[in-house]
T-cell receptor, first 116, second 115 residues
């Protein structure tokens, strides 16, 4: 079945450092890929998405490129801020081979801690 | 993005009582809603998927008689934790998706504490 693998956290960085959070996936179809962010005590918010190969999703300085050849969707940001401290979830949404609804599949989440 | 409202955000209940959590899509018709439970160390566990007007589809290991899910309209789904016990204490999150969306939009989550 479909699966998403994220790098283990926590990732601890100083402010203005470069961020990469790795994400790879397995899917039977042609999934859409997403990054969600969860701030402490809150639900998940969609950060960015890409719906086909080579698409780049971007938002709030974060970017991720849909790489079909490496089945990856790594999240990057050039200069992180303290306010970026949160948990980041990589996810995919794929239609089952048997038809039916798209069901999101999530990675385990990566905690990011940014120090001043 | 689309707005999903989940209520309450926090609830404390006594062991043996039932608790209802509501999930509403405010500006779109949610043909499919998902209920998740989030365990310590962040991982999300999909509990069930519900399509409007149909019975929910529960994931393996989730007790459907304990976690009652109703999706009676295109804007509202409810999760009722029946006869709650301390081990049911957790963070429950709903998400909703419209008919043309591949992404799901999330509610704010509900912190349930059973004492």
């Amino acid at each position: 079945g479909d699966s998403v693998t994220q790098m283990e956290g926590p990732v601890t960085l100083s402010e203005e450092a470069f961020l990469t959070i790795n994400c790879t996936y397995t899917a039977t179809g042609y999934p859409s890929l997403f990054w969600y962010v969860q701030y402490p005590g809150e639900g998940l918010q969609l950060l960015l998405k890409a719906t086909k190969a080579d698409d780049k999703g971007s938002n709030k300085g974060f970017e991720a490129t849909y790489r079909k050849e490496t089945t990856s969707f790594h999240l990057e940001k050039g200069s992180v801020q303290v306010s970026d401290s949160a948990v980041y979830f990589c996810a995919l949404s794929d239609r089952p081979a048997s038809g039916g609804s798209y069901i999101p599949t999530f990675g385990r989440g990566t905690s990011l801690i940014v120090h001043p | 993005g689309a707005v999903v409202s989940q209520h309450p955000s926090r609830v404390i209940c006594k062991s043996g009582t039932s608790v209802k959590i509501e999930c509403r899509s405010l500006d779109f018709q949610a043909t499919t809603m998902f209920w998740y439970r989030q365990f310590p160390k962040q991982s999300l566990m999909l509990m069930a998927t519900s399509n409007e007007g149909s019975k929910a589809t529960y994931e393996q290991g989730v007790e459907k008689d304990k976690f009652l899910i109703n999706h009676a309209s295109l804007t509202l789904s409810t999760l009722t934790v029946t006869s709650a016990h301390p081990e049911d204490s957790s963070f429950y999150i709903c998400s909703a998706r419209g008919p043309r969306n591949t992404e799901a939009f999330f509610g704010q989550g509900t912190r349930l504490t059973v004492v």
